[in-house]
């Protein structure tokens, strides 16, 4: 009798526990690591930037990287300084992370000779250079801000097309008109038009990486289009953050519930580094800085 009512109360438990999963929905929890700018080069010390400290910094935050059980690794771009050999010292470096590990294109990393620039793609195992990760219900959009650039518009269209934007955004003050920012293409923004309309059909929620910010606390680093996109995103709830680097003092604005969070450079100061790990949840992301890169909790709108 009493293995018979024992039995019962296990069977309701299990019923019970089947009928929660049944409404609720499953959102599983992950980590991820971010760098911004190693932006290695065996140079001098200059203007607080300690380019021959970057290889052992990225070495010590790989090998904290490592501890953790992460989805993926991600650089936000100007990996290197300059001189296209400085990527072998610290690609090796940054393939010792044991995650899948990815790469933001920055305005840095295209200042090697010009014959070398086809070249940097596959230094940096970089396939193409606008990209989207899909993992656990999130699609990470992952720009190219070189697009159209000076240093990074590789072909004769796009470097017609820079021309154009440049010459149509001189006509008004910009702060962000600086020769080292770049923009989008219109290809690239109907692409990530598109991959929001994916993403909404299929429920995912959004991230966005780029070098360049869009949005912060001031504006001299900003997409020299950033206004085009800001539309856009505007216009899509799954939108959940924008994380980049670029300025290495760092920056963090929200806007209509989105995070713009620029983290700070690896390779500034004498003696500190910055690097992080976010953890998604199902209701917030947790940013988890390591050295000068502040902890905190962003709510997911
Ligand atoms: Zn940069």
Not at 134 to 152: A, E, P, Q, T
Request: charged letters at 25%; a negative charge; proline letters at 2%.
């Amino acid at each position: 009798m009493i293995k018979r009512i024992y039995l019962l109360i296990l069977v309701c438990i299990l019923t019970c526990c089947n009928t929660k999963k049944d409404h609720e929905v499953e959102v599983q929890e992950f980590e991820i690591g971010i760098v911004a700018d190693c932006q290695y080069c065996n140079c001098e010390t200059e203007n607080n930037r300690f380019y021959q400290k970057s290889p052992e910094r990225l070495r010590k935050a790989v090998k904290e990287l490592n501890k953790h059980a992460l989805d993926y690794a991600i650089h936000l771009g100007d990996f290197i300084d300059r001189d296209f050999q400085s990527f072998d010292t610290v690609a090796p470096i940054w393939n010792s992370l044991k995650s899948d590990r990815y790469h933001v294109l920055g305005n840095h990393d295209f200042s090697v000779e010009d014959s070398l620039k086809p070249m940097i793609f596959e230094k940096m195992n970089i396939e193409d250079r606008y990209y989207s990760i899909l993992i656990n219900k999130w699609r990470f959009i992952v720009l190219d801000g070189n697009d159209l650039s000076l240093h990074g518009a590789l072909t004769d269209c796009k470097k017609w097309q820079t021309d154009s934007l440049f010459r149509l955004l001189s006509d008004k003050n910009r702060p962000n008109l600086e020769i080292w920012n770049g923009g989008l293409s219109t290809e690239q923004l109907k692409w990530v038009e598109n991959e929001l309309q994916l993403a909404t059909e299929n429920k995912e929620r959004v991230g966005f990486y780029c070098h360049f910010p869009s949005l912060g606390e001031e504006q001299t680093h900003n997409l020299w289009n950033y206004e085009q996109l800001l539309s856009l995103i505007d216009q899509y709830p799954c939108v959940k953050f924008y994380f980049n680097g670029h300025n290495h003092d760092g920056s963090y604005v929200q806007k209509n519930g989105v995070h713009y969070l620029n983290f700070k450079g690896m390779l500034d100061t004498k003696d500190s580094s910055s690097f992080a790990t976010v953890t998604f949840r199902k209701d917030s992301l947790f940013v988890n800085g390591y050295g000068r890169e502040p902890s905190r909790s962003l709510k997911i709108r």
